[in-house]
């Protein structure tokens, strides 16, 4: 079974400049989440989608920060304009449902960013 | 004060000792917990999940004391490959998982 899948795996942007990253979940998964883990840190929920409507951005800091998963498949967390405290990895992670005991939630390989 | 707080570490120690990590939760409506393991530059993986009865994979150990709101993982019998990061995770029902900050092991030969 596929995992699941993001991209770029590695960006370097300098500040001010907009990135997007990409993520497919698991086949089948209604919930995704984006997460930020910043270097020596636990990652840090940024989003959680329930198929195509928002759950929690409660953390999600909208003055720069945007994401959308239309089609209830898909994912892009858009970065504008990107600041050099936004360097960290982005992690993309599906369950088939709403978190808890039983539901694992699988996480992608990240997007490695760099503000410079 | 962050909802869920970890030793921070790093634990240094040789193979075959017994390592224990511990962890506390601030919120008393978590329900689920789980250590999740994460090796350099790669991406979290669960490890197990963590039960008020206490379980056991292997030589890995979990218990959760629901009334000290505290997590622990004991690790037997530490091998080479058991050097990471380990997580220690709660989660409330319909919300997303909820990381501590990590705690870092180091076994060597």
């Known amino acids: 079974e596929a995992g699941v899948a993001q991209s770029p795996r590695y960006k370097i942007i300098e500040k001010r400049q907009s990135v997007a990253f990409w993520c497919n979940p698991i086949?089948?998964?209604?919930?995704l989440y984006w997460y930020q883990q910043i270097l020596g840190q636990g990652p840090k929920l940024l989003i959680q989608f329930q198929n195509n409507g928002v759950v929690d951005d409660s953390q999600l800091p909208k003055d720069r920060f945007s994401a959308e998963r239309l089609k209830g498949v898909d994912s892009t967390l858009k970065i504008q304009p990107a600041k050099l405290e936004d360097s960290a990895v982005y992690l993309c992670?599906?369950?088939?449902?709403?978190?808890?005991?039983?539901?694992?939630?699988?996480f992608g390989e990240g997007s490695w960013l760099t503000v410079v | 004060r962050k909802e869920v707080e970890q030793d921070p570490g790093p634990f240094n120690v040789p193979e075959g000792a017994t390592v224990a990590f511990n962890c506390t939760y601030s919120?008393?409506?978590?329900?689920?917990f789980f250590w999740y393991r994460q090796d350099c530059r790669k991406e979290p993986k669960l490890l197990m999940s963590?039960?008020?009865s206490g379980n056991e994979d292997g030589r890995f150990t979990a218990q959760l004391n629901r009334a000290s709101q505290y997590i622990s993982l004991l690790i037997r019998d530490s091998k080479l490959s058991d050097s990471a990061t380990y997580l220690c995770?709660?989660?409330?029902?319909?919300?997303?998982?909820?990381f501590g900050k990590g705690t870092t092991l180091s076994v060597s030969s």
């Open positions: 992670a599906s369950s088939l449902n709403l978190g808890g005991s039983g539901n694992t939630i699988y």
């Open positions: 995770v709660v989660n409330r029902v319909g919300t997303a998982l909820i």
């Open positions: 919120n008393s409506a978590s329900q689920s």
């Open positions: 086949s089948g998964h209604a919930t």
């Open positions: 963590v039960y008020s």
